[in-house]
C-alpha cells in the first residue's frame, strides 16, 4: 500500500470541506482579511495545511491543476487519490494552480485570465506563502472593502506589480488566495494595491493640489485695493 496516497484526508470529511468552503468565500468577499481554516486533515510534506484543505474542497474529477514542479511527488498523489483531479503542465490550461514558492515563479502572466466572453473561465491561484506580517506593507481598496485594507504578506515585489496589471484587465484577470499555515487572505480581481510608501505619496501629493485648488478659490474672491 502507497503510505503516501493513503494518508487520510479530512478527518470529516463533509463538516470539514464546509467549513473550508465558508472560510474561503468570506475571504473572497473581504479581500486582505485574513480567515482561519480549522479543518482536521493529515498532510503530506511540501503543502500547508490551509492550502491542503482548500485543495480538498475545490478540486474534483473536472478540475485541470498545474502544481509547482517544486513539489515532491508525494503532493501531486495525495491530491490525485482524494480529490480525483486531473493534471497539466500548462499554465493557460489550468483551472487551479498551487503554488509552493513564489519566488521561484514570476511567470503569473501565463495563466489563463478568461475570456471576454467567459471570464469566469479563468486560473485561481492557490499561493502558500510563510507570513502574513513579514512583506512589504501594501494597501488594497475594492469592493467588500470598506474603506481601505493593509496587508504585509511576506510575497516579492514583482506579485504586486503583477497584481497591479492583472486588476487592470478587469473583467479578465486571475483570482488568488494566499495561504500561511492555516489560514487565507483572498485577493479577487477586483483587488487595487499600492505600495504604503506609494499610497502615502499619492496622498501628500493630492493633499498639496487640493491645497493649491484652494488657495486659487479664495484668490478669485479676493478684492484689489484698486477696485
Not at 104 to 124: A, C, M
Not at 157 to 176: C, I, R, V
Not at 205 to 216: D, L, T, W
Amino acid at each position: 500500500m502507497n503510505q503516501i496516497t493513503h494518508l487520510p484526508g479530512f478527518q470529516d470529511p463533509i463538516h470539514d470541506s464546509q467549513r473550508t468552503f465558508r472560510a474561503l468565500l468570506d475571504a473572497h468577499a473581504r479581500p486582505g482579511t485574513p480567515y482561519l481554516i480549522t479543518a482536521n486533515l493529515t498532510i503530506p510534506q511540501g503543502l500547508n495545511s490551509g492550502c491542503a484543505a482548500a485543495c480538498l474542497t475545490l478540486f474534483d474529477l473536472d478540475v485541470q491543476v498545474w502544481l509547482q514542479p517544486s513539489f515532491e511527488p508525494q503532493v501531486k498523489a495525495w491530491l490525485l487519490f482524494h480529490t480525483g483531479c486531473r493534471f497539466t503542465t500548462q499554465p493557460e490550461q489550468a483551472d487551479f494552480a498551487v503554488i509552493q514558492n513564489l519566488d521561484k515563479f514570476t511567470e503569473l502572466s501565463n495563466f489563463n485570465s478568461g475570456t471576454p466572453e467567459k471570464p469566469e473561465n479563468s486560473t485561481t491561484l492557490l499561493i502558500q506563502i510563510e507570513s502574513f506580517s513579514a512583506g512589504r506593507t501594501v494597501v488594497l481598496t475594492a469592493p467588500g472593502i470598506l474603506e481601505q485594507q493593509i496587508i504585509s504578506p511576506q510575497v516579492h515585489l514583482d506579485f504586486w506589480d503583477f497584481w497591479t496589471k492583472n486588476n487592470q484587465s478587469y473583467p479578465l484577470g486571475l483570482d488568488a488566495f494566499l495561504f500561511a499555515e492555516n489560514s487565507v487572505i483572498g485577493l479577487p480581481r477586483t483587488v487595487k494595491s499600492g505600495l504604503m510608501q506609494n499610497h502615502r505619496e499619492t496622498n501628500r501629493e493630492g493633499a498639496k493640489n487640493a491645497k493649491e485648488e484652494g488657495r486659487r478659490v479664495l484668490e478669485s474672491y479676493c478684492v484689489s485695493p484698486e477696485n
